[in-house]
């Protein structure tokens, strides 16, 4: 009489299996963390470049003449909803129906930021043109905005230094 041999696996070789993929599971967990920090530090960076941009466009406009700026004004917005209402323009150019300049398209929101605030400008730390680079405080103007969160980044600086 002929003993057949059952297909399957054996109990030890389902155990190794099952630990092979338990070790690759926990090695993925602190790259999808590294991974999903990445994405929001190059989401801060975007949001850096593009408000500062808009500041500078603004301060440009101001120096040149196309918006109206207060004479003992540092030539930056009193707030950063200005970027994107728009101001009047003030060379009395009327080459088009719209006699605003616009800075911003939308504000972003500050990646970082936990509150959930609603405000997008609310989710940034401000810096008036007055207040000293090592510390930045609120004023008349806004003339650079940070990270208001205190984490470190994947460089090892926090993001409110950025």
């Known amino acids: 009489m002929r003993l057949e041999r ?15 993929v338990a070790v690759l599971g926990v090695m993925t967990v602190p790259v999808m963390e590294v991974t999903r ?3 929001k530090e190059q989401a801060l960076t975007r949001a850096l470049r593009e408000i ?6 603004y301060k ?9 700026a207060e004479t003992e004004a540092s030539g930056y917005p009193a707030n950063l909803n200005v970027l994107v209402e ?3 323009r003030a060379d009395g ?10 800075f911003l398209r939308r504000l972003p929101r500050d990646p970082m930021d936990e509150s959930g605030l609603p405000n997008a400008a609310d989710t ?3 810096r008036s043109f007055a207040s000293e680079p090592n510390d930045p405080r609120e004023g008349d103007d806004v003339f650079d905005v ?6 470190l980044g994947l460089n090892g600086l926090a993001y409110n230094r950025w």
């Open 6 to 20: 059952q297909a399957g696996f054996t109990l030890l070789e389902l155990v190794v299996t099952l630990a092979i």
């Open 37 to 39: 920090q990445r994405v």
């Open 52 to 57: 500062r941009g808009a500041l500078d466009a």
């Open 60 to 68: 440009r406009a101001a120096d040149d003449g196309l918006i109206e």
């Open 86 to 88: 728009g101001v009047p």
């Open 93 to 102: 150019k009327k080459k088009s129906k719209n006699t605003r300049l616009y």
């Open 124 to 126: 940034w730390g401000k």
């Open 146 to 151: 940070y990270s208001r969160s205190q984490k």
